[in-house]
């Protein structure tokens, strides 16, 4: 046999063991694989949401004590009660096992959703990469993709300003409104144009991004929002009285 012909016999069986249309999804374990499908499935989904492919990402499914001891590894403090995932900031996720859900307050039918809001988050910040936008925006986003159907629940309507720092999202957690907001956004103009923003943002200020995509001043939107979800909590109130 010449080399000419080794070499041709090489290239083919290296042709025939390459992975058809590998996915850039990383299983850590087996317990994680058990939920393969439906992983891939919301990572396919947010690909076409925001048509945008963020390279590798590391996933991983853990028991109630391996969850909090790793996100304590990571984190360097214990989770807080509602906390059953996370997008590390190495790239990893982590998030609880179906199983466990309820030990934490939590129904087993929102496991999947928890694993689209961290992928998303996954997504934002590969778009965004070496930026990060405000707090509000990004959970606002995820929940909003994740959650977009559960109905509002809300105590107090926190003004924006208070919720683009770590420091202030924090102090308020202000998932539900965050959400809203996004979910009004999408009713008013689409799906596509949330992507279009969030992509916008890589380049200018998200004041900019917003005035450019939906051709609105985003402090005018945001008073305008506010006051609309605090007459609806008024109406809420009062029909439960």
Known sequence: MTWQN???MLHVIIVIVQPINKMPLNYRSMLTLKYKDLISGKFNFLVNFFDFEPGDVFIEILSLEDFDKFYELERGKKPEFFVVGS???????????????????????????VILHELAHMFIRRILWPKQTYPWIEEGVCEYLSFKDYPLKIKDVVDFNEIKTIEGWRKHYAYQQSKEF??????????????????KVKRKS????????FGKELNKIEEEFKTSLENEKIASSRNTL
């Open 6 to 8: 080794t070499l041709v």
């Open 182 to 199: 996004f979910k009004m956004l999408s009713k008013k103009f689409g799906d596509k144009k949330t992507a279009d923003f969030i992509k």
């Open 206 to 213: 998200e004041e900019e991004s917003f005035k450019e995509v």
């Open 87 to 113: 997008a590390l900031d190495n790239g990893r996720i982590i998030i609880l096992d179906k199983e466990d859900f309820e030990k934490k307050k939590h129904k087993e039918e929102e496991f999947e959703r």
